[in-house]
């Protein structure tokens, strides 16, 4: 089940944080959803001590794999990636899921900078909104995105 099981990052166990370069990345289409999603990523990283993350806004998902590509490259430990595509009636919904996914994936993979994927794929603006962090939500995507780039990024530092 979604939202169930995810791995708790606290300074306790995984050291201090606060020297990591982090970035995160969203699009400005649905502004309540982004704005949950950008809120739960940015108390994430407080919780962590990162107190000076950088935030750039990128117009829609499809945009934010060459963003994080540029972070990547200009040497940030971290990268989170936020936006929400919603399915309509077209193939549109799947094209975008597709080149978001597999351009965020080719940056990690490529340049070694864990990229956080809060990228929500809905088929409806409700299940997006369920998702986003706001009062009422059932999940916090934001906050579980920024564990699952930092909590990364923690491990390989002790990679020899």
């Given at each position: 089940m979604?939202?169930?099981?995810?791995?708790?990052l606290t300074v306790e166990n995984r050291g201090d944080l606060r020297?990591?370069?982090?970035?995160?990345?969203?699009?400005?289409?649905?502004?309540?959803i982004m704005d949950g999603l950008v809120n739960g990523s940015l108390?994430?990283?407080?919780?962590?001590?990162?107190?000076?993350?950088?935030?750039?806004?990128?117009?829609?998902?499809?945009e934010l794999p060459v963003a994080?590509?540029?972070f990547a490259d200009r040497g940030y430990d971290a990268i989170v990636a936020l936006g929400v595509v919603i399915r309509g009636g077209t193939p549109h919904f799947d094209y975008v899921c597709q080149g978001v996914t597999q351009g965020l994936t080719e940056v990690s993979v490529t340049t070694g900078v864990p990229v956080g994927f809060g990228v929500l794929t809905c088929d409806t603006e409700e299940q997006a909104l369920?998702?986003?962090?706001?009062?009422?939500?059932?999940?916090?995507?934001?906050?579980?995105?920024?564990?699952?780039?930092?909590?990364?990024?923690?491990?390989l530092r002790t990679v020899a």
């Open positions: 979604s939202g169930k099981g995810a791995p708790e020297d990591l370069r982090v970035a995160v990345i969203a699009a400005q289409w649905h502004q309540q108390r994430a990283l407080r919780e962590l001590g990162i107190a000076e993350p950088t935030l750039l806004r990128v117009p829609g998902s499809f994080a590509k540029v369920a998702r986003a962090g706001l009062a009422g939500s059932v999940e916090d995507k934001g906050h579980e995105a920024v564990t699952a780039a930092v909590a990364t990024a923690a491990t």
